[in-house]
């Protein structure tokens, strides 16, 4: 175990369903992030968020949505997803400050297949 | 965007050294790292190098030359264990983990 704790581990959902996804650490960091892994490319940054506040969204589609209810939890929340969002979603966390912040702990990931 | 190589595989055996080598393109550098992979499970930090040289943990070293836009990590005695993805990410300008990974080495020991 890393700190960093995802759920489920593994997820199969129609393209009409709405599903969510877990993240929760319990590091006492203070910044959360959304990575997807795709097969064969490289791990992609999707949300950034920042004692809560979201600092960034990397151009993703609107039918992911993250949401950070407290500096412990992060969700993502999927509808209407096509086959292709099929990947593995990496939760991390960073301690804020200029020696530390960008040094991630990642959670292992939930692996989502789309049919 | 971001142009971070590394090679796609490499094989070594157990006891020998491997290096590992990264190159990147960007603008506002602010450090790489190196993280670790075994299938299945969470990437680890293994190395951050901001400054030019060698730094050393153990078997694992990781070198920046960031005028040439090089790094490279070496993996010294080497152990089945060690079989893994490695993946190198350059940070730009930024106090947060925006990181930019590059696709990773697949790592293979053989006994």
């Known amino acids: 175990e890393t700190g960093v704790t995802q759920t489920p581990r593994h997820l199969v959902m129609g393209m009409t369903n709405k599903k969510s996804l877990k993240c929760e650490q319990h590091l006492g960091h203070n910044a959360m992030y959304w990575y997807k892994q795709s097969a064969k490319k490289p791990l992609e940054l999707m949300f950034v968020y920042s004692l809560e506040e979201r600092v960034e969204n990397n151009s993703v589609p609107s039918r992911f949505s993250p949401e950070c209810p407290n500096s412990s939890h992060l969700f993502l929340h999927l509808h209407t997803l096509q086959p292709e969002d099929s990947a593995l979603y990496l939760c991390?966390?960073?301690?804020?400050?200029?020696?530390?912040?960008?040094?991630?702990?990642f959670g292992a990931g939930s692996r989502l297949t789309v049919l | 965007g971001q142009n971070i190589d590394q090679p796609t595989e490499m094989t070594a055996t157990e006891g020998a050294i491997v290096q590992i080598n990264c190159t990147y393109q960007?603008?506002?550098?602010?450090?790489l790292f190196w993280y670790q992979q075994h299938a299945g499970e969470a990437p680890t930090f293994l190395s951050y190098?901001?400054?030019?040289g060698l730094e050393e943990k153990g078997r694992f070293s990781s070198f920046l030359s960031r005028s040439k836009g090089y790094s490279y990590l070496l993996l010294k005695e080497l152990q089945m264990k060690d079989s893994a993805s490695y993946l190198c990410?350059?940070?730009?300008?930024?106090?947060?983990?925006?990181?930019?990974f590059g696709r990773g080495t697949q790592l293979t020991v053989w006994p």
């Open positions: 960007t603008s506002g550098f602010n450090g």
């Open positions: 990410a350059v940070s730009r300008g930024s106090t947060l983990g925006r990181l930019y």
């Open positions: 991390a966390s960073s301690q804020g400050g200029a020696q530390g912040a960008n040094v991630l702990t």
């Open positions: 190098n901001v400054l030019d």
